[in-house]
C-alpha cells in the first residue's frame, strides 16, 4: 500500500472574554482574553467552548498593529467571526509578563516571541485543540484578505472532508504544526501547494528537512512553486505572502543528490492575479 501526503497551510479562527486596558503597544479590543498566558490551560479552555487560540504579536509604534486595530478589529463581520471561532489573547514582543508554553517551558513573552520567530508586527498565530501552531499571519493582511483567512481556517478541515466524502475517497485529515509533526511512518510521495509560499523564508530550510524526513527513499515530491516576481525584489525586499519562490532559491532548497530534478522547461499554471505555479515532480533520494 502506497502512502501520500497532501500538503496545504491552513489558517484557523478566534474568541473572547473581557480584558483590562493595555500592558501592551497598542490598545485592543476589549473582547480580548486576559489569562495568565498559561497556555496549555488556554488551550484547553478554548476547547472546551469550542473554540481554538490565537495569539497576536505587536509592539510599540507599529503602524500596522494600529491598523489592524482600527481597521479590521473595528469591522463588526471580521469581529463577530473571529469572536465566533477564537479566542483571542495578545502578547508584546518586548514584553515580560511570564508564559507557560505547550512543552512546559516559562518565559517572558520577548523570549517566546524569539522563540516562536516573530519577525513582524503584527503576527498573529493559529493554535489547534492540541496546541500545535497550524498557521500564522505574518504582518498586516487588508480587512478582505484577513476575513477570508479567517473564514479559510474555521472551516478548512471541515469543507475537505466534505469533499472528499462527495468524491468518495477515504483519507486522514491532521492538523499540526508543519515545521514539529513527525509522522510514524515514511511517504512514497508528497502534493506540496500553498505551504512553501506560506511559510516567511528564514523557516524554508526547517520545512524542506522536514519534507526529507517524511518521503521514503525513492519517493516522490510533488511541488507546485509560486511566481510572482514583486517590484520590491530588486531592492532585496521579501514580500509575502505568498512569497515568490525562485527556481535557483528551490534548486539550493532541494539540492543535488538528496534530490533528483528533472530538467526544464517545466509546465507553467498561470493564475487570474497575475502569478502562476511550476509544476516539478523531484525524486528523493536517501
Known amino acids: 500500500m502506497r502512502v501520500w501526503l497532501a500538503i496545504a497551510l491552513l489558517a484557523s479562527t478566534l474568541g473572547a472574554r473581557s480584558q483590562a486596558a493595555s500592558p501592551y503597544a497598542i490598545d485592543i479590543p476589549a473582547w480580548f482574553t486576559e489569562t495568565f498566558l498559561e497556555f496549555p490551560e488556554d ?4 476547547a472546551r467552548g469550542g473554540k481554538r487560540l ?3 504579536f505587536g509592539q510599540d509604534g507599529c503602524p500596522y498593529c494600529k491598523e489592524l486595530m482600527q481597521t479590521s478589529f473595528t469591522q463588526r463581520a471580521i469581529v463577530d467571526k473571529t469572536r465566533k471561532h477564537f479566542v483571542a489573547i495578545a502578547l508584546n ?6 508564559v507557560t508554553w505547550m512543552d512546559g517551558r516559562r518565559m517572558s513573552e520577548k523570549e517566546l516571541a524569539r522563540a516562536l520567530r516573530v519577525q513582524f508586527t503584527p503576527t498573529l498565530m493559529f493554535l489547534d485543540g492540541t496546541g500545535a501552531v497550524v498557521a500564522r499571519l505574518n504582518g498586516y493582511y487588508p480587512p478582505q484578505r484577513f476575513s ?24 486522514t485529515l491532521i492538523e499540526a504544526d508543519a515545521l514539529a ?20 523564508p528564514d523557516h524554508w530550510r526547517d520545512y524542506a528537512d522536514q519534507l526529507h ?9 510533488y511541488a507546485l512553486f509560486l511566481q510572482w516576481l514583486r517590484p520590491g525584489a530588486a531592492e532585496g525586499a521579501i514580500q509575502g505572502p505568498p512569497y515568490h519562490c525562485d527556481v535557483n532559491a528551490m534548486r539550493a532548497l532541494f539540492p543535488e543528490p538528496r534530490w533528483a530534478w528533472p530538467k526544464p522547461p517545466y509546465p507553467r499554471t498561470t493564475h487570474p492575479r497575475g502569478l502562476a505555479e511550476l509544476a516539478v515532480v523531484l525524486e528523493h533520494r536517501a
Not at 213 to 221: E, S, T, V
Request: with cysteine; proline share 3%.
Open 43 to 46: 488551550v484547553r479552555e478554548a
Open 54 to 56: 490565537m495569539l497576536y
Open 93 to 98: 514582543v518586548w514584553g515580560d509578563r511570564e
Open 148 to 171: 477570508a483567512a479567517l473564514d479559510y481556517a474555521a472551516e478548512a478541515i471541515g469543507r475537505t472532508r466534505e469533499q472528499l466524502d462527495r468524491a468518495g475517497l477515504d483519507a
Open 181 to 200: 509533526w513527525r509522522p510514524d511512518r515514511a511517504f512514497d510521495a508528497v502534493y506540496e501547494q500553498t505551504c512553501l509560499c506560506a511559510l516567511y
Open 213 to 221: 524526513r517524511w518521503l521514503a527513499p525513492g519517493a516522490r515530491l
